[in-house]
């Protein structure tokens, strides 16, 4: 108990005194582009609404219930600091369904109904694509805490953001010469059929190239199938490593149908934690996976070395060091992706000072203010890791984990370079109208 305080004070007094900081004109963790101009800053004691699109129902609930979590943590913390330019927060909640058309009419009830600055939160690729059109149309800041390859593509608008979470293409680009060079050159895909599991398709079979590899073969399902096994047989018999990214509540039920098919004649199996978010992975069924290898955004198991601004948001957050809630250890968290929804409040936090947003009405400075940023420290605002943000594809870019099933655990063996994620821009959003 005193060690989750000491926890709690270190992350309250190191947000502190960064909010303290920006006061007089700095901004700790990130930085500005040049010739970003700040604009004067509005007094105001009326909260700043921010629209939480959360996937409480369909396919992303078990994602959407740990992301609610981590956003209430953060906006606690960030209003227990001050708020923002001096005012407090409020998270104003909608339910997508994890539905596109849905996801477009909770935007549209976001600006015309709850009257909120700006919309956060949205994960399933499918969702984002449905919902950003929208917020384009009416102005709408719209901060995404997805993967997809959307924003970066170019394909979206200028007010669409991905600040606190890395893309796909960065993940595989990063992460493929580490699965050439350790597991195998032959390598079998089996992904969702959608916009998701596309950029897996489209981005690893390159990258696997390049790396001096090949994918031989891809397998796409259906997001919405419950059972798996029909699909295995077209796995080819020469596979070295298969690689899986599958989502959904089914997910529990695809490993343990992938390991009943093979026992243990398997290829050796690289996947995305994404098939084991919010799953125990000592579950009955799962024995399979010991020895396979997972990218993780953020280790799920308290590492040895982590440092202390990574425990404090744990604490904050409210998992133990296996991951799950302290309140429920069956309660298994979403930790690869979900802090993402803490950097990005931040990201919004450090923008918004940035332009010294009083309202609505100065919607396109904050836009111009978020493209502004370019690096956002490692620290309690991003305890995922250093990043950079370019804020002509308004895409970030950090680090990748790669980690091993081990005694019942994930434990991580590589960390990726920022570096070794980067890939050439194709868009640049700072060239539309606002």
């Known amino acids: 108990m005193t060690e989750n305080s000491n926890q709690s004070s270190l992350l309250n007094k190191t947000i502190n005194r960064r909010s303290a900081l920006v006061g007089m004109g700095a901004a700790a963790g990130a930085t500005l582009a040049p010739g970003f101009v700040r604009y004067s ?66 935007v549209e009830k976001f600006a015309s109904q709850h009257k909120t600055d700006v919309v956060f939160g949205t994960l399933f690729s499918h969702v984002v694509a449905g919902s950003a059109p929208v917020a384009g149309e009416l102005k709408m800041p719209y901060y995404v805490v997805s993967e997809g390859y959307h924003v970066a593509s170019g394909k979206l608008n200028r007010y669409v953001f991905q600040p606190g979470i890395t893309d796909v293409r960065s993940q595989v680009t990063a992460m493929a010469p580490w699965i050439s060079q350790n597991l ?43 059972s798996f096994t029909r699909y295995f047989p077209n796995i080819p018999q020469d596979t070295e490593v298969l690689y899986h990214v599958m989502v959904g509540p089914a997910v529990l039920t695809f490993v343990k149908e992938l390991g009943e098919f093979y026992g243990p004649t398997a290829p050796k199996l690289f996947g995305f934690v994404d098939s084991l978010e919010a799953v125990d992975i000592n579950s009955p069924g799962l024995e399979f996976l010991q020895g396979s290898h997972f ?62 947003y009083a309202g609505p009405d100065d919607r396109a400075k904050l836009v111009e203010a978020t493209e502004a940023l370019t690096a956002f420290a490692a620290g309690p605002e991003h305890p995922q890791g250093d990043k950079v943000f370019n804020g002509k594809n308004h895409q970030a870019y950090g680090h990748q984990n790669i980690s091993v099933v081990e005694g019942g655990m994930l434990k991580v063996v590589h960390t990726t370079s920022i570096e070794d994620g980067m890939y050439e821009p194709e868009a640049d959003y700072t060239t539309q109208a606002l």
């Open 41 to 106: 800053q509005a007094q105001s004691s009326a909260p700043i609404r921010i629209g939480f699109q959360c996937h409480r129902t369909g396919i992303g609930a078990a994602y959407g219930r740990w992301y609610e979590r981590v956003t209430n943590a953060a906006a606690k913390l960030i209003n227990d600091a001050g708020g923002i330019n001096g005012r407090p927060i409020e998270i104003v909640i909608e339910d997508d369904g994890t539905d596109p058309k849905r996801g477009a009419e909770v």
């Open 184 to 226: 195998g050159k032959k390598v079998t895909m089996i992904f969702p059929d959608y916009a998701f599991g596309h950029d897996h398709r489209d981005f690893f079979t390159p990258a696997m190239k390049n790396a001096g590899g090949e994918v031989i073969a891809q397998v796409p399902i259906p997001p919405t199938e419950s």
């Open 295 to 356: 990218w993780e955004g953020m280790p799920r198991y308290l590492q040895p070395d982590a440092p202390d601004y990574v425990k404090a948001y744990r604490d904050a957050v409210g998992i133990n060091e296996q991951g799950a809630s302290v309140a429920d250890p069956k309660d298994v968290s979403t930790a690869a992706h979900m802090f993402g929804c803490w950097e990005t409040l931040y990201v919004i936090k450090q923008a918004m000072e940035a332009a010294g």
